[in-house]
């Protein structure tokens, strides 16, 4: 019964440190996604994927890569991490239908602080 | 551009009064329309949403919205409030490429 898991849950950085935010889902589902939550500004949709093999451009890729090798894991990883990079981050999943429905479920968050 | 806006960024409701959450889109097609919860510290979860029908639709919680075409909203209601309901609630809409398009967010306070 574990959904999406996502690690570490806080972690803190100094400018110009690399890093990778795990994100598991156990539902076999084909969609998953990477979100950044701040204050004021909802969530903006990083990455996704639609498939193992298979990644696309959100909203604010930049700084960030993605790679999906399995259904299961979808990372998240930061080459090079700078303050504006500070925020909660979520990852979510979906079945394959889910880009056109939107029905996610969603990690219990990351919350990541660049120093 | 697609769009959500969701006007009130703070609402403060006591317990047991009724509560209505705004939230205006803007969409070019018939659009996916999706009331999420997050609680404190935790991930979202979807309330219920709205694909095509009846415009008026249930969701989990005792919630409810109402599609309303002609006013480009999606309300988000609920008749009485329990202390629990306290959290912050996120608006979405699909996109004609897919992606879930959220709005800013309003946080519910409830008073005892």
């Known amino acids: 019964n574990a959904g999406v898991t996502q690690t570490p849950k806080f972690q803190v950085l100094k400018t110009g440190q690399s890093m990778t935010l795990q994100c598991a889902q156990d539902?076999?589902?084909?969609?998953m996604s990477w979100y950044r939550q701040d204050p004021g500004m909802g969530l903006r949709l990083i990455h996704y994927?639609?498939?193992?093999?298979?990644?696309d451009q959100g909203e604010v890729p930049n700084g960030y890569n993605v790679s999906r090798s399995t259904t299961e894991d979808f990372p998240l990883r930061l080459l090079s991490a700078a303050p504006s990079q500070t925020s909660v981050y979520f990852c979510?999943?979906?079945?394959?239908?889910?880009?056109?429905?939107?029905?996610?479920?969603f990690g219990e968050g990351s919350r990541l602080t660049v120093l | 551009a697609q769009s959500v806006t969701q006007p009130d960024i703070h609402i403060t409701v006591s317990e047991g009064a009724s509560l209505e959450l705004r939230c205006n889109y803007s969409?070019?097609?018939?659009?996916?329309l999706f009331w999420y919860v997050q609680s404190p510290g935790q991930g979202l979860q979807l309330l219920l949403k709205?694909?095509?029908?009846?415009?008026l639709v249930q969701g989990i919680k005792g919630f409810e919205a109402e599609f309303k075409r002609s006013q480009s909203s999606f309300n988000l209601r609920k008749p009485s409030v329990h202390w629990s309901d306290a959290a912050e609630y996120f608006c979405?809409?699909?996109?004609?490429?897919?992606?879930?398009?959220f709005g800013q967010g309003t946080t519910l306070q409830v008073k005892p």
């Open positions: 979510a999943s979906g079945l394959a239908g889910a880009m056109g429905t939107g029905e996610l479920f």
């Open positions: 539902m076999n589902h084909e969609y």
């Open positions: 994927s639609v498939g193992a093999g298979i990644t």
């Open positions: 969409y070019g097609a018939t659009p996916y």
């Open positions: 709205y694909f095509s029908g009846d415009t």
């Open positions: 979405a809409v699909s996109s004609n490429t897919g992606k879930l398009i």
